[in-house]
């Protein structure tokens, strides 16, 4: 049974069930306005979101993970344009092409209308994004209309929209972002969550556990997040060998197959990729040699600081709403990722739409004043429809997230993605001819923006089979003199060299004494991340190149 809902967050079938049968002039109003609505119907919504979402994308100009660029970008041109550096994980067959196939097809109609510019090659792959990205917004807001009703629906896409680390991370081409996108679609055709009261067609489910496989395909730790929804689903269905042998199984098999047959073409071989990434991530626990955080994390900052100032209106929408099912959700993720010993924030992503979503309820019961007596108190002025609290509420969020998505994605850690940008332009040019990555490993965009077929050389990070034998890019750090003097006894001497400002500051000498000066530093970060201050990212280049 459907549960019972508060009056100020009463769903729009309810409303349409108690009104006059001869409209009101109020009510005529409210009709006449709903024509200029942007939200009116499910295309307008899209398009709205379209167009907010490719201003995103054009607006994320910052470096966050490196996957992003070396497990889709990267591998998408070493498809489309025959050269891109593939890393360990690709050797080892626990990537799937599925997802970079997206961008390799995004390349190739770059590359038949000749838009492979260094410009098109950094933008388009988010723009890409964007059309997804849309989507995700679409159906989260057609999910709460089903849920909570569509005032609900718009407070809910307002939270989606505002929150800082949605803008950060959304249209990023990390399989994550894709991933949350499908599972907030996959969600809304699920009856487990719908209220029991909703009518949806048979084949609805089938949707649902198509586009689950698909997130499954892309990250098979999206299992996660569908062994919930599929034992809860399994409880509330009435024919549960049907839902198990007649839906489940066929699809599961059919997606899963297709995928098997795409990584066999790609790869050149049988390679069962969900069996080798569940391997390496849950039987080796290989993820932890990326480092490891207390079981805690996720609850005291990662997942926190990623809702952010939207949190207190989230736990607050939990507790009014009472709709368990998604909220346990939530709580089922974040404490099966917690006992992974490697945690990142984007593997919590799909969850964090469903935080918002509730936050969205609770800024809804806000809208409206209420007296002393208990009653909602009526206005004659737009201006008045929101109660005090409400109008607090939007200020505190818009001033909290908007400064932050805009920092973070403008100006933190920007340094790597700038420089090179600049390089690609600068090869286009015919001024560089070979290039020196002297930083951590995979720090920076590589083939797929600088998009020519040159010498280019980083510090290698591969996992090794030994415990305690430092890479490539740790003995760097540890010494970077040491490191450098004994690299350039080999080396066929690069045009250009890259680092960061901290290890640059110890190799000026040595780099003066290899014939090479500084032409170009570009701006990084105002503090340090994880290692010490990079502030800034420098070029040099061979005296005379």
């Known amino acids: 049974m459907r549960q019972r809902q508060s009056s100020a967050v009463s769903s729009s079938a309810n409303t349409r069930r108690t009104q006059n049968p001869i409209p009101t002039?109020?009510?005529?109003?409210?009709?006449?306005?709903?024509?200029?609505?942007?939200?009116?119907?499910?295309?307008?919504?899209?398009?709205?979101?379209?167009?907010?979402?490719?201003?995103?994308?054009?607006?994320?100009?910052?470096?966050?993970?490196?996957?992003?660029?070396?497990?889709?970008?990267?591998?998408?041109?070493r498809i489309t344009f025959g050269f891109g550096h593939l890393t360990w994980e690709w050797k080892k067959g626990i990537r799937s092409y599925l997802h970079p196939l997206l961008f390799a097809f995004l390349y190739k109609v770059l590359a038949l209308l000749g838009l492979d510019t260094p410009w098109f090659m950094v933008k388009a792959p988010r723009l890409f994004q964007s059309l997804f990205s849309a989507f995700g917004d679409l159906y989260l807001y057609k999910l709460s209309v089903i849920l909570f009703g569509d005032q609900v629906a718009k407070w809910a896409l307002f939270s989606q929209l505002t929150n800082w680390f949605m803008f950060f991370c959304l249209t990023r081409t990390l399989s994550n972002s894709l991933e949350t996108v499908l599972t907030i679609v996959s969600l809304y055709?699920?009856?487990?969550?719908?209220?029991?009261?909703?009518?949806?067609?048979?084949?609805?489910?089938?949707?649902?556990?198509?586009?689950?496989?698909?997130?499954?395909?892309?990250?098979?730790?999206?299992?996660?997040?569908?062994?919930?929804?599929?034992?809860?689903?399994?409880?509330?269905?009435?024919?549960?060998?049907?839902?198990?042998?007649?839906?489940?199984?066929?699809?599961?098999?059919?997606?899963?197959?297709?995928?098997?047959l795409i990584d066999r073409l790609m790869y050149g071989s049988w390679v069962l990729v969900p069996l080798n990434f569940l391997r390496f991530n849950f039987l080796s626990s290989g993820?932890?040699?990326?480092?490891?955080?207390?079981?805690?994390?996720?609850?005291?900052?990662?997942?926190?600081?990623m809702v952010f100032s939207f949190l207190p209106f989230s736990i607050a929408g939990i507790m009014q709403s009472k709709q368990w099912k998604l909220s346990g959700l939530i709580a089922w993720v974040l404490v099966l990722y917690s006992v992974l010993g490697h945690k990142e924030f984007r593997f919590v992503l799909p969850v964090l739409p469903i935080a918002l979503i509730f936050s969205g309820y609770s800024l809804t019961a806000l809208k409206t004043s209420v007296s002393g007596n208990g009653q909602r108190k009526k206005s004659a002025d737009y201006h008045n429809k929101f109660s005090a609290k409400m109008l607090l509420a939007i200020f505190f969020l818009l001033a909290t997230n908007?400064?932050?998505?805009?920092?973070?994605?403008?100006?933190?850690?920007?340094?790597?993605?700038?420089?090179?940008?600049?390089?690609?332009?600068e090869v286009v040019e015919g001024k560089v001819t070979d290039i020196l990555f002297l930083m951590p490993c995979h720090a920076t965009p590589y083939y797929s923006t600088v998009h020519r077929n040159l010498p280019m050389r980083f510090l290698d990070c591969t996992p090794s089979e030994e415990k305690g034998i430092p890479d490539e890019s740790d003995q760097f750090m540890m010494d970077p003199v040491g490191f450098a003097s004994e690299f350039a006894k080999n080396w066929s001497l690069p045009s250009h060299i890259v680092l960061f400002d901290s290890e640059e500051m110890k190799l000026?000498?040595?780099?003066?004494?290899h014939s090479f000066k500084e032409i170009k530093r570009f701006f990084h970060a105002h503090f340090k991340?994880?290692?010490?201050?990079?502030?800034?990212?420098?070029?040099?280049?061979?005296?005379?190149?």
């Open 25 to 77: 002039k109020s009510q005529q109003e409210e009709k006449e306005g709903s024509q200029f609505d942007l939200l009116a119907s499910p295309k307008n919504v899209y398009l709205f979101c379209l167009a907010f979402r490719i201003v995103n994308a054009l607006l994320v100009q910052t470096y966050f993970n490196p996957d992003e660029h070396w497990q889709a970008l990267e591998v998408a041109h």
């Open 189 to 260: 055709y699920w009856p487990c969550i719908r209220p029991s009261s909703s009518k949806l067609p048979l084949e609805s489910r089938k949707w649902g556990l198509l586009i689950a496989a698909l997130a499954c395909a892309i990250r098979p730790t999206s299992a996660i997040i569908w062994l919930y929804v599929g034992l809860l689903e399994l409880f509330v269905s009435r024919n549960k060998l049907r839902f198990i042998f007649l839906e489940v199984a066929p699809v599961g098999v059919l997606v899963l197959g297709l995928t098997f």
């Open 287 to 305: 993820g932890d040699y990326y480092g490891t955080h207390k079981w805690h994390w996720y609850f005291t900052q990662g997942f926190s600081v």
């Open 402 to 425: 908007i400064p932050m998505a805009l920092y973070m994605s403008l100006v933190h850690q920007r340094g790597t993605e700038d420089v090179t940008y600049y390089l690609s332009k």
């Open 508 to 513: 000026r000498d040595f780099l003066v004494s």
């Open 529 to 545: 991340v994880d290692r010490d201050h990079q502030a800034s990212v420098v070029v040099y280049a061979l005296t005379g190149s």
